[in-house]
């Protein structure tokens, strides 16, 4: 027998094992809670024997293999054959084979291809976004973009700070930047119209004769008991790259917080991938906590990424216990480097969209540096309708799959679009600032076919404008043979601009619309008059775009200017979040550019 035959009949086996544990065909008795520490006894008890200490260093004491899967059920007749549903068979997953850990750990980082293993190199990659144009109000006077309330640049850039540089440009998103933080804006008053917006108009701070115009959307709080149940696949990068300290050892700590949110009506399984892709834990009940912990423990880093493989295995799961009142999502767990088979972000992202569309959801968190791969992540997240985070520390993993768990995972509304229009009356010029990924035709917003952001329960977002104020002078001369746009009417004279939302709400397929005026009465004289959410804001935004060295930013507004702008807005700091912001103004000002 080949040994491609002998990998389809492992497949086979595999696929009648693990849908005999997870198909409803008769009810089981409902185990009692069980979790605690993943101690050796414990988890070999459920099956996960103890394995040799991986490479990196900084892997749990112990670490466990999963148990061989059951012999498959008796074969049916050939007439029964035809009825039974057709499932694509799984990759052939014993985990021992990606698993087994080399014979002496690496003196210094390296990269594993297959059987060859080289020094490491830098091979970081990022969208090359160039930043938003200054737009005239008399040509174009219509903004639109898809909301964003990913938070993966911060801590990204927070990363490459901490290690003494500044990040290249492009790792710069300054939408990101800004929404990483919470702006304790109003809470929206129920569910059926999910937002409340906030505006707020000030002068800015880095550049004179320009004005900011602050939109925040804070989203409704989903209550507890109104949370559906979770149908969660993890799926966890086990490739070679993904051995130190900082990339699987951490995704499995991080996957352990969310462990601790789980309910028992929610429903973990786990894929693992490498040079193959295979089932780690089938479908399992948040009751058995200590099971999930287990086959967490059991996963260790070595040979290449088939991420493409482990994508498609893990959607084929997410199908199994498919409901569409649950919370239908994939977790991914890697650095992006995904080097055999499908790796190319284009055609993956056909994949992630269709699986979108289908109801299952893709949520993407980073690791690691030197091959970080940044476009993949944001491609992955972005058609997946999930979340692109970056874990640089467990503090940041609290954060994300703990403090921000419902903002994560349970979603208030699909497709959220964006739509200003401003006043030729009363501005000649505009901005966006960021969101340079996330642009969307005029007609697209009306289209309730294009695809959007979705926001999660409590989750706020917040864009800036820089607007030129007609009469001020602009950034480019007028055209010579324009005809004079006609005035605006009197309606509208005391107006800058008008705001429109659209949003689905979770599995609708007509979207409902928000609309508020932009006027006199959101101004502020000053920015110190302004209120602390707007303040603070502004302080993010200046930083993200002097990281990113955009030229607009007068060039006598430095670091100290940031600096003080946000010790002046770090208002109320529980967790010492802001403290650290200002802290990273002061790393960047003492830094040196570096060369992208």
């Not at 284009?346 to 109801?359: C, F, I, M, P, S």
Request: charged residues 20%.
């Amino acid at each position: 027998m080949t040994v491609q035959k002998m990998l389809r009949s492992a497949s086979v086996t595999s696929l009648a094992a693990l849908t005999a544990l997870s198909a409803p065909t008769a009810p089981l008795a409902q185990p009692a809670v069980r979790d605690g520490a993943p101690t050796a006894a414990a988890c070999e008890a459920l099956g996960f024997s103890p394995q040799p200490t991986g490479y990196g260093g900084g892997l749990p004491r112990h670490a466990y293999r999963a148990a061989p899967m059951p012999a498959p059920p008796p074969m049916p007749s050939p007439r029964a054959a035809e009825a039974l549903p057709q499932i694509p068979p799984l990759p052939v997953p014993p985990v021992q084979h990606r698993i087994a850990p080399p014979e002496s750990p690496p003196s210094r980082p390296l990269v594993v291809t297959g059987s060859a293993v080289r020094p490491h190199v830098d091979t970081e990659r990022y969208p090359g976004a160039q930043s938003n144009p200054i737009k005239r109000v008399a040509e174009e006077p219509v903004s639109t973009f898809s909301v964003d309330v990913d938070t993966a640049s911060y801590a990204n850039v927070r990363r490459f700070l901490n290690d003494g540089s500044r990040p290249p440009s492009d790792a710069v998103r300054v939408e990101e930047m800004i929404n990483y933080f919470d702006y304790g804006y109003a809470q929206p008053a129920d569910r059926a119209t999910p937002f409340r917006p906030y505006v707020a108009v000030t002068p800015s701070p880095w550049a004179k004769e320009r004005r900011i115009v602050h939109i925040g959307l804070q989203g409704y709080d989903l209550p507890r008991k109104a949370e559906p149940p979770l149908n969660l696949v993890f799926l966890v990068d086990t490739s070679g790259s993904m051995w130190s300290e900082d990339r699987l050892p951490l995704a499995i700590k991080s996957l352990n917080l969310l462990v601790d949110q789980l309910r028992p009506q929610d429903r973990v399984a786990i894929v693992a991938y490498a040079g193959s892709a295979g089932a780690v834990l089938s479908p399992t009940d948040g009751r058995n906590k200590l099971k999930v912990r287990c086959a967490l423990g059991a996963m260790r880093a070595g040979g290449s990424t088939a991420g493409g493989e482990g994508l498609k295995l893990a959607y084929d799961l997410a199908r199994q216990n498919f409901d569409p009142k649950s919370v239908n999502r994939v977790i991914l767990m890697t650095d992006g480097d995904f080097n055999v088979g499908v790796a190319d972000p284009t055609k993956l992202k056909d994949l992630v969209a269709a699986k979108r569309k289908e109801g299952t959801y893709l949520s993407v968190y980073g690791f690691g540096r030197g091959n970080y791969n940044d476009v993949m992540m944001q491609t992955l997240a972005q058609n997946g309708n999930g979340t692109a985070a970056y874990i640089d520390t467990l503090n940041e993993a609290r954060k994300l799959l703990r403090d921000d768990f419902a903002r994560s995972l349970f979603p208030i509304a699909d497709d959220v679009k964006i739509q200003v229009e401003f006043n030729p009356a009363a501005v000649s010029e505009y901005r966006l600032i960021g969101y340079e990924t996330r642009m969307l035709q005029r007609e697209d917003f009306n289209n309730d076919q294009v695809d959007a952001g979705e926001v999660g329960s409590r989750a706020s977002v917040t864009a800036l404008y820089e607007i030129t104020p007609a009469g001020a002078r602009g950034s480019s001369d007028p055209l010579r043979y324009s005809s004079a746009r006609p005035s605006a009417a009197p309606s509208a004279a005391s107006e800058l601009a008008f705001l429109k939302v659209r949003y689905k709400l979770p599995g609708g397929a007509v979207s409902n619309l928000i609309e508020r005026p932009i006027g006199a009465r959101d101004a502020y004289p000053t920015v110190q008059a302004a209120p602390e959410a707007t303040r603070w804001a502004l302080a993010v935004a200046a930083f993200g775009q002097m990281l990113k060295a955009d030229p607009r930013v007068d060039a006598a507004y430095g670091w100290s200017d940031v600096s003080a702008l946000a010790q002046g807005a770090r208002g109320d700091d529980p967790y010492g979040i802001r403290a650290e912001f200002v802290q990273l103004v002061r790393a960047a000002g003492e830094s040196q550019p570096r060369a992208d």
